[in-house]
């Protein structure tokens, strides 16, 4: 199997579907610190994936919304959620460090995610990105998400454009 940077492959990442304290801390961190550094978005972006967090926590079902947490030597390297809205499901929140891309944890969580998904019985699921996430958007479109909306935004501290990507389900 492929290695990432810090030597580890995909059989040593330990996935988990419940959250720990600190869990959310992190993410809220990452979407905060790394989006800044890799993509040069601002701190509004860090509190809409923070009022999102909230929003998810607060309605949290786990027959209904999943959270997929990455683990290697008990470090949080990876995490995808899945978040209940009706009949339709929302993919949100997919991040993985750096040095752990490459190795086939982004597809992996996606068949984790698309199996819960079709076992939870949702008509459809949808998420939002921006276009600059390629090899996300890649991703997604390989299981099967069709680009339905575009809309330039200033929201997260640059000008952008929001990207959703919807999936139908038998």
């Known amino acids: 199997m492929t290695s990432g940077t810090h030597g580890a492959t995909l059989n040593e990442i330990t996935i988990r579907t419940e959250l720990k304290p600190g869990d959310i801390g992190t993410l809220i961190y990452w979407h905060g610190a790394l989006y800044a550094d890799e993509y040069h978005y601002g701190v509004d972006f860090?509190?809409?994936?923070?009022?999102?967090?909230?929003?998810?926590?607060?309605?949290?079902?786990?027959?209904?919304?999943?959270?997929?947490?990455?683990?290697?030597?008990?470090?949080?390297?990876?995490f995808l959620l899945l978040m209940h809205r009706g009949e339709a499901a929302q993919l949100r929140y997919f991040y993985i460090l750096r040095e752990y891309r490459g190795i086939g944890?982004?597809?992996?969580?996606?068949?984790?995610?698309?199996?819960?998904?079709?076992?939870?019985?949702y008509q459809s699921c949808y998420l939002w990105t921006t276009h600059e996430l390629y090899a996300a958007?890649?991703?997604?479109?390989?299981?099967?998400?069709?680009?339905?909306?575009?809309?330039?935004?200033?929201?997260?501290?640059?000008?952008?454009?929001?990207?959703?990507?919807?999936?139908?389900?038998?």
């Open 46 to 78: 860090e509190h809409y994936v923070a009022k999102g967090l909230v929003e998810f926590l607060d309605q949290y079902d786990s027959r209904t919304n999943r959270v997929w947490v990455c683990e290697h030597n008990e470090k949080m390297v990876g």
């Open 105 to 121: 944890l982004g597809k992996h969580l996606m068949d984790l995610f698309m199996e819960f998904l079709n076992q939870c019985g």
């Open 137 to 170: 958007v890649a991703l997604y479109k390989r299981h099967g998400f069709v680009l339905t909306q575009e809309k330039p935004s200033t929201d997260f501290g640059k000008a952008l454009t929001e990207q959703k990507y919807e999936l139908r389900l038998a």
